[in-house]
């Protein structure tokens, strides 16, 4: 029986929501299609230096999933295990949108809904042929980088197996059990990438499937994740009736809703009665401004008013608000904070507009030349990313840490007791320590800011020498005839260093003094190039290793490009060695063009 190995990544970076330990659903599906067609399928959830690599390694296929925010930490792990020889799927929602990016590190990438893709998949690299018949499948046909279109129809929910939360390794509990009711939104933010990536028509599950798969979690925590919950009234009314006839006696449910969804009163009583306890509401802005510029359809009132009648039937309300937008400005963030504590909402989540790969935002961004990094593991809502219109980004920065500690502060835990009760206060302690923490944590990034607004936007040679080391005896004939050649650039913030020639144990030392002089100390990312590099012996293949891994410390993204028909046991050797049971602290990048 083969062994399918499936990751969701969890980015390095510390970010306020990183204590949420919930899984998405996509490995969980698809886990289920695997084992149900025969495979011994086992996930795994967590960053690279937590999962057990030599369980993983024993696989004879690999799939990671992706969103930007965690896709440097795919490619860290795609990199090693493509290093032992693995052959690596790589799909999601980031690879989606960049599947030329995302070949640069893996075999395969599947790219739009995979449910019904991958054991197909699966079933043609068991018999050796190449996907050319599977849609929405990239892969290398040789040098060449083939991307299948992808299916003009979407999955329709109810083909698609009940998840399998018993298949992920170690963490057997989540505190929350996602639960995946429809997709597509007939919304069209102009930031969300939702809809490109499931398109405008809603399609949900059958209301008795919903159920069913309900009455298995019984006294636990449902969070729906579908992406506009109660897009259909008729629908939504159905189901919270069904919940109520069949006393799914969940602990307790939430789910993210537009603020129309309040204006059902019969919605409301239901949800309530079904064990509704949180509405997650994309409130986004109180600047009219910045609400048309988002193609957000409400206002203000709306706002006020869809927090009153959730409070009404004993419902609380997490407002999620976006800082950033065209028209914000330092008074905007801080009149938010005012807007929010004077309506009562009960928890917040204020996040930095970002700007995702394949969204409309992103391209009027990147056009308009105003994208400050392309370090995907910022992109996740809390790192100030593009020039903002109305302030500077370290006034976006600083502000929106301002606004959550505001928001929750000591004299503000208690302040919704008698409208949501006791609960309230829990998740705004909990909110108080998790923005000092992160506070404390972030420092670094002022300072990274700084750096990013004042690099030239086109490449700046730093450095170029040729180091000519005192030679072995027995390097002396290919030393003489292949110099080391050091060349260093910076790219938009990237450095990038271009070894050629020949590493000996000797040079190698000149080679360390001389990046080291060179390296910032808030080095964001670095990108060494050794395709014209060759070892003199195995140990300086192997102190070459262990220079990389030093440097991975200091850097906090760092890429080695190898050469695309690199040996397999070079690749073993760079990456650390058989021995090796971690992640390496750099990914291995395979050019094959």
Same mark, same amino acid.
């Given at each position: ?65 992706? +969103? ?15 290093? #032992?020889?693995? =052959? ?72 698609? =197996? ?31 990438? *939702? ?34 919950? +109660? ?90 608000? *976006? ?13 938010? *904070? ?34 400050? +990094? ?31 500690? #505001? ?148 850097? #906090?993204?760092?890429?080695? *490009? ?5 040996? =397999? ?25």
């Amino acid at each position: 029986m083969k062994k399918v190995v499936l990751i969701e990544p969890q980015s390095q970076e510390d970010h306020v929501y990183k204590n949420v330990q919930m899984p998405r659903l996509g490995l969980p599906l698809m886990g289920a299609a695997l084992k149900a067609a025969g495979y011994r399928v086992e996930l795994y959830y967590g960053t690279g230096a937590s999962l057990p690599w030599p369980a993983i390694v024993s696989a004879d296929f690999v799939g990671i999933s992706t +969103t930007t925010a965690t896709s440097s930490e795919a490619y860290r792990m795609a990199g090693y295990l493509r290093s #032992r020889g693995l =052959p690596v799927i790589i799909g999601g929602i980031h690879a989606h949108f960049l599947p030329d990016e995302a070949l640069g590190h893996a075999d395969y990438v599947v790219r739009g809904e995979a449910d019904l893709i991958i054991v197909p998949l699966i079933r043609a690299l068991e018999e050796g042929r190449l996907p050319r018949d599977l849609p929405g499948v990239s892969f290398w046909d040789g040098r060449e980088a083939v991307h299948n279109p992808c299916s003009a129809e979407p999955v329709e929910m109810d083909q698609l =197996p009940l998840p399998d939360f018993s298949l992920f390794q170690g963490k057997k509990h989540f505190r929350t059990i996602p639960v995946m009711t429809s997709r597509g939104c007939p919304y069209n933010c102009s930031f969300c990438s *939702v809809t490109l990536m499931f398109g405008s028509r809603y399609r949900f599950r059958d209301t008795e499937s919903v159920l069913n798969e309900l009455a298995e979690y019984k006294g636990r925590s449902v969070f729906f994740c579908d992406d506009n919950f +109660t897009a259909n009234a008729a629908r939504s009314r159905e189901l919270f009736q069904g919940m109520i006839d069949r006393q799914t006696g969940l602990k307790g449910w939430g789910a993210q809703m537009r603020v129309e969804a309040s204006r059902d009163p019969e919605m409301l009583e239901l949800m309530r009665r079904s064990g509704g306890n949180m509405a997650f509401v994309g409130l986004e802005s109180i600047n009219p401004e910045t609400l048309a510029a988002l193609n957000k359809q409400q206002s203000l009132a709306d706002v006020s008013e869809c927090v009153s009648r959730f409070h009404e039937y004993g419902i609380r309300v997490h407002g999620m608000f *976006v800082f950033g937008g065209e028209g914000d400005t330092v008074q905007t963030i801080r009149d938010t *904070v005012d807007f929010a504590l004077d309506c009562r909402i009960d928890s917040v989540q204020f996040l930095i507009l970002t700007p995702l790969p394949g969204t409309p935002l992103f391209d009027q961004l990147e056009s308009e030349g105003r994208l400050l +990094t392309r370090e995907w593991e910022l992109y996740d809502g809390h790192h100030a990313v593009f020039q903002p219109n109305r302030l500077s980004p370290e006034e976006l920065q600083r502000e929106t840490i301002a606004a959550f500690k #505001r928001f929750y502060s000591l004299r503000n835990i208690f302040g919704n007791v008698f409208h949501t009760g006791w609960s309230t206060s829990l998740y705004r302690s909990l909110g108080w320590w998790l923005t000092r923490h992160f506070e404390r944590k972030n420092r670094w990034y002022d300072r990274a800011l700084e750096r990013l607004q004042g690099c030239d936007p086109g490449p700046v040679a730093l450095l170029f020498k040729r180091i000519d080391a005192a030679r072995e005896k027995k390097e002396a004939a290919v030393e003489k005839a292949a110099p080391l050649q050091v060349y260093l650039i910076e790219k938009k913030g990237v450095l990038h260093l271009r070894l050629q020639g020949l590493i000996s144990s000797l040079n190698l030392r000149e080679l360390i003094r001389t990046v080291r002089s060179y390296l910032p100390d808030s080095c964001l990312h670095l990108v060494i190039n050794v395709e014209g590099l060759r070892f003199a012996s195995s140990r300086a293949a192997a102190s070459f290793s262990r220079f990389l891994e030093r440097l991975g410390e200091r850097t #906090r993204r760092l890429q080695v *490009v190898i050469p695309g028909d690199m040996d =397999p046991e070079q690749q073993k050797k760079l990456s650390g060695g058989k021995e090796r049971s971690r992640l390496p602290r750099f990914e291995l990048v395979l050019n094959k063009r």
